[in-house]
C-alpha cells in the first residue's frame, strides 16, 4: 500500500502560486496571523472597494508549503468578499479540518484533503483567514 503523504504535487504547485500575490505596501489593509503550533506565519496586504470588499490581495509567507497553499487558496478566492464573508468561511474551514463539518465551499479548497490526516498543520491552513480577519476592519460590512 502507498501513502501519498502531505506534501503532494498538487500542495507544492498551489505554494507556488503565490508567486502571483506580490506584497503590496500601500495597500490599506495589513494583517498577520501565526500558528503556535508550527511557527508558520501569514502576512497579508488587503485593498477593498468602497462596499468594504476585498479587490486586491499581497501575501508575504513565511509559512511551510501546506500554509502557503492555503494562502493560494485564499488569495484566488479572496475577490468581491467581505469581511463577513471570510469569517464565515474561516468558521466552516475549522469545523471541516476539526472533522465535524463538510469541505467547505470555497473554490480550490480540496487540494488541502491530504492535510486533513495532520492535525498539527490544520492551524498553517487557517492563517490567511486568519491574516485577513486581522486586517480587515469590523466596521467595513457591506
Not at 468561511?89 to 474551514?93: E, K, S
Not at 487557517?126 to 485577513?132: C, H, I, Q, V
Given at each position: 500500500m502507498t501513502t501519498r503523504g502531505l506534501?503532494?504535487?498538487?500542495?507544492?504547485?498551489?505554494?507556488m502560486v503565490l508567486a502571483q500575490y506580490p506584497w503590496v505596501p500601500d495597500a490599506p489593509y495589513h494583517g498577520a496571523a501565526r500558528s503556535r503550533s508550527?511557527?508558520?506565519s501569514i502576512e497579508l496586504s488587503l485593498r477593498t472597494d468602497d462596499t468594504g470588499a476585498i479587490e486586491a490581495v499581497g501575501v508575504r509567507p513565511h509559512a511551510c508549503a501546506v500554509g502557503q497553499a492555503a494562502a493560494a487558496v485564499f488569495a484566488e478566492q479572496a475577490a468581491g468578499r467581505?469581511?463577513?464573508d471570510i469569517a464565515r468561511?474561516?468558521?466552516?474551514?475549522a469545523a471541516?479540518?476539526?472533522?465535524e463539518g463538510n469541505q467547505p465551499?470555497?473554490?480550490?479548497i480540496h487540494l488541502l484533503n491530504p492535510?486533513?490526516?495532520?492535525?498539527a498543520r490544520h492551524a498553517a491552513i487557517?492563517?490567511?483567514?486568519?491574516?485577513?480577519?486581522d486586517a480587515l476592519p469590523e466596521h467595513v460590512l457591506p
Open positions: 506534501y503532494t504535487p498538487d500542495i507544492l504547485g498551489q505554494a508550527c511557527g508558520s467581505s469581511r463577513t468561511a474561516r468558521v466552516t474551514l471541516w479540518l476539526a472533522g465551499e470555497w473554490p480550490g492535510a486533513l490526516a495532520y492535525p487557517l492563517l490567511a483567514w486568519d491574516a485577513a480577519l
